[in-house]
């Protein structure tokens, strides 16, 4: 092989995994340029997830907003389908980073993807709306049209649990606080309310906005891509799937199910029967 393709093969090999996030040399690291001593006792932890994402340090208000988005979905108790599969991991006899791997698996479009869900409704209706339209109509006609596709929930809005989701009103306070001081623009939250103003229209019992509803205000306002806004759900609740595996692994139960076992599921089979004789020959 001659030297130039020798020189070309090792820079297809250095290309190979190009990133613009991280430079790694012997007694060198830096992230996104920031040498990592410089950062270490100086940068938050909340500062280095929008670095990571974003490339750039956030503000001190794009930094409280984001921090106070991911407090409040840390946990939802052992009810919740991804808190409960790391408890009974861990009473499988699965190590921690085993029930964490389990639990964040679940968090999918069902279970933890209502938040992405919701910043793409919003997304939708911003477009709908265009720049100078009206937001309560353009909420309406995004989501007729969804009603008519044979959609019934509306991701972000009415919990199974709670009439009225007590982690929503004070983060919308951040929110309007921080349109106040400029560190966001107001858009998004103009567009959770008209989409609020929607589903309480007509109705004796209003469908009030969620966790899911407001933290999407919130990674919306700050600019962040749907798809990114579930990752930082996931980031949230795996401090709380970590909590509860470690709880869990102190307790010390065995291979604990969903329910106990003195309470029985519901068996809605044949009932008990006898195997008839088979007449037709066995087969060889």
Known sequence: MSQPEQDDLL?????????SIIDIHPGRIAVRGYPIEQLIGNVGF???IWLMLRGELPTRGQSALLEAALVPGVD???HAPSIAISRMAVSCGLPVNGAMASAVNVLDDVHGGAGQQCMELYRQIDAEAGAGGDLVDAAARVLERRRAAGDKIVPGF???FHPIDPRTEPLFALVDRAV???VVGGRYARIGRAVE???RAGRSRPIPMNIDGITAVIFCELGFEPELGRGLFVLSRSVGILAHAWEQKQQGARIKGPMPKEIP???LGPERRDLPQRSDPKPR
Request: cysteine-free; hydrophobic content about 20%.
């Open 180 to 182: 106040t001081g400029g």
């Open 76 to 78: 939802h108790g052992p």
């Open 197 to 199: 103003s929607v589903l």
């Open 265 to 267: 599921y519901s068996y």
């Open 158 to 160: 009415g919990h199974r």
């Open 11 to 19: 820079r297809k090999a250095s290309d190979w995994w190009s990133t």
């Open 46 to 48: 909340t500062d280095m």
